[in-house]
């Protein structure tokens, strides 16, 4: 299979080769227990949906721009930039428009951390130089930047900015873990996952392995921050 190939939508995605990865963590309750999950290969978006490609969904198919936009356009300037602040029937949707679908938890999270179960995409260090969250954001005046800044912040397969910028929708609702001792009352069908944090929280949030319920619905904090997303084709989806 090749290594990259260029999606329906025309974004380019990176080849998650087939095989296990270490899944969760013991930092955070609703992360444990770590466990191992052996995934199919599978192609992700090498960077997040932008605003410019978001805006050609819409003009495509008439749906709703996000809230924060104004006259059906999106913020000047920030075409390059994470759409976010959308809920998750509107990734979903977009998803299918570009002929592929959400990425599940474990997909992302192996695209985010590779095998080894790195704490953040580049490694077990953190580096401010490497993504943008709370503790950088201030200091410079930032939100979301474009989605090509921080290419040395990418994950061991080359993916970018799984970690701070926008959090990201996944497919799946927020359940426990396999043998996981951690209650929740948000465990069910009422939440679904968002992964990676965003500029607007701080380091410790910004995890591979963290993880957060949000109602699909939701849009995040309006006109601030909210999450986007990324899609995934499967192997056998992309034709090879």
């Not at 061991?156 to 996944?170: L, T």
């Not at 944090?197 to 380091?203: E, H, K, P, R, V």
Request: glycine share 10%; with cysteine; proline share 9%.
């Amino acid at each position: 299979m090749q290594s990259s190939i260029i999606g329906p939508d025309g974004k380019d995605m990176v080849l998650i080769p087939a095989g296990p990865f270490l899944m969760g963590s013991d930092e955070y309750g609703p992360e444990t227990p770590p466990h191992t999950v052996n995934l199919d290969a599978y192609y992700i978006d090498r960077h997040p949906v932008t605003n410019a490609e978001y805006k050609r969904f819409l003009d495509a198919t008439r749906h709703k721009p996000p809230q924060h936009w104004q006259d059906h356009q999106y913020p000047e300037g920030k075409a390059d930039h994470p759409v976010h602040l959308i809920n998750w029937y509107a990734a979903g949707a977009y998803a299918a428009w570009a002929g592929k679908r959400l990425p599940t938890e474990a997909e992302w999270e192996k695209a985010a951390r590779g095998t080894d179960g790195r704490r953040w995409p580049w490694g077990n260090v953190f580096d401010e130089h490497k993504t943008v969250v709370w503790e950088n954001a201030m200091i410079q005046d930032l939100t979301t930047v474009p989605v090509t800044r921080y290419p040395d912040g990418a994950s061991p397969y080359g993916v970018c900015q799984m970690a701070g910028q926008v959090e990201e929708w996944v497919d799946d609702w927020y359940q426990a873990y396999p043998g996981s001792p951690y209650q929740s009352r948000c465990y069910g069908h009422e939440y679904k996952v968002v992964k990676g944090g965003s500029w607007f929280y701080t380091q410790q949030y910004a995890r591979c392995a963290y993880r957060r319920p949000v109602r699909p619905e939701a849009i995040g904090f309006a006109y601030c921050d909210g999450p986007g997303f990324r899609c995934v084709m499967s192997g056998q989806q992309s034709g090879e």
